[in-house]
């Protein structure tokens, strides 16, 4: 199945194409702001550096948060809009789950959601030992004490410094954003349903009074 991934919940924009195990093309970019401007270009560079017309495409695969509230609607949007005009699904990917998708054994993906609190969500062996969710530093750090137990962890996400102290000798990795390879190659075996943002918590922008 030929599929294009797409990332842009942090602070990166990032697009590739890969075909079963295969990646045909991949690029990322660091970037805080600008991915509406940034993600059509890329994904016309990835699909061009893959030799592919964007009608050989089966599917679309776009992390669906948690994280930047504008950039993970505007990946959102973008595959919608894509995948209409193609007449193919698209698929939501959490960016927890595509964050601890390259790591092996016990994994911890961890989004600093600020005001002292952070995005988590564990897995094993690739399976999800809780679902995402916002909790506290002193919570999460507990729950990440009693999971680990004396097992080996890593830490991954820009939660992880902030959780470190939790789990002495865990690996911890900080990428700037998701690997829209994983992302690609997970929302290749998942079920087709509805994509939509997974918002964990309110947005910080008020509205004026």
């Known amino acids: 199945m030929i599929v294009l991934g797409l990332d842009t919940c942090l602070n990166s924009c990032s697009v590739a194409v890969v075909d079963g195990d295969r990646v045909l093309a991949y690029r990322s970019e660091t970037m805080a702001r600008g991915h ?16 592919l017309a964007f009608d050989r495409l089966e599917r679309i695969g776009a992390t669906v948060g948690p994280g930047s509230f504008t950039g993970l609607r505007v990946g959102v949007a ?5 995948a209409s ?8 990917v959490g960016a927890l789950e595509a964050l601890a998708a390259d790591a092996d054994g016990l994994v911890a993906a961890a989004i ?16 999800a030992l809780m679902a995402p969710d916002v909790l506290p530093l002193g919570t999460a750090a507990a729950r990440l004490a009693e999971l680990a137990m004396g097992q080996a962890l890593t ?3 820009s939660g992880a410094p902030l959780l470190a102290a939790a789990v002495p000798g865990a690996t911890v990795r900080i990428p700037d954003g998701c690997d829209a390879r994983a992302v690609a190659r997970l ?23």
């Open 36 to 51: 509406q401007e940034r993600l059509a270009p890329m994904a016309r560079e990835v699909m061009a550096d893959a030799r």
């Open 78 to 82: 973008f595959a919608k809009g894509l």
């Open 85 to 92: 005009a193609l007449a193919i699904p698209a698929v939501g």
């Open 112 to 127: 600093d959601a600020r005001r002292d609190q952070v995005y988590l969500q564990v897995f094993e062996g690739g399976v």
């Open 155 to 157: 830490l991954v996400g």
């Open 187 to 209: 929302a290749a075996g998942r079920p087709v349903t509805p994509i939509r943002p997974l918002y964990l918590r309110a947005p910080d922008a008020k509205l004026p009074a």
